[in-house]
C-alpha cells in the first residue's frame, strides 16, 4: 500500500518561501515520476512540478518556473518544493502526487496525498 504525507504549508507574506516536504511509504521502487499539484478554491486543481523518480529531469508549471524547486532524497523516500517569492495567487492547498506510468509528468498520477494548506498573505 502506498502512502503519501505531505508536510511544510502554513500562512506567509508575500515575498517569502515555504518548504513542503512529502513522504512516501510503500511500493516506491514502482515510481516512475513525482509531482505537485494545487488547488485553490473555486478552481480546477492544477500541475505545479514534477521530478522523475529515478532520475534527474524535473518539470515546471509556467506559473511557477523560477520560483519553485522539486527535489528529492530517494534514501529518505521524500519530495521537497521548495517555494520563493510566493505571491498571493500561489495560495492553494498543495497535494503531493505519484505514478508508475511513464506516460506524462502532470497527468494520470495514481497515488496522492492527504495535501497541507498555503496561505500567501499581501
Known amino acids: 500500500q502506498v502512502q503519501l504525507v505531505e508536510s511544510g504549508g502554513g500562512l506567509v507574506q508575500a515575498g517569502g518561501s515555504l518548504r513542503l516536504s512529502c513522504a512516501t511509504s510503500g511500493r516506491t521502487f514502482s515510481f516512475y515520476y513525482m509531482g505537485w499539484f494545487r488547488q485553490a478554491p473555486g478552481k480546477e486543481r492544477e500541475f505545479v512540478a514534477a521530478?522523475?523518480?529515478?532520475?534527474?529531469?524535473?518539470y515546471y508549471a509556467d506559473s511557477v518556473k523560477g520560483r519553485f524547486t522539486i527535489s528529492r532524497d530517494n534514501p529518505k523516500n521524500t519530495v521537497y518544493l521548495r517555494m520563493n517569492s510566493l505571491k498571493p495567487e500561489d495560495t492553494a492547498v498543495y497535494y503531493c502526487?505519484?505514478?508508475?506510468?511513464?506516460?506524462?509528468?502532470?497527468?494520470?498520477?495514481?497515488?496522492w496525498g492527504q495535501g497541507t494548506q498555503v496561505t500567501v498573505s499581501s
Open positions: 521530478i522523475r523518480w529515478g532520475g534527474a529531469s524535473t
Open positions: 502526487a505519484a505514478t508508475d506510468s511513464r506516460g506524462s509528468y502532470y497527468t494520470n498520477y495514481d497515488y
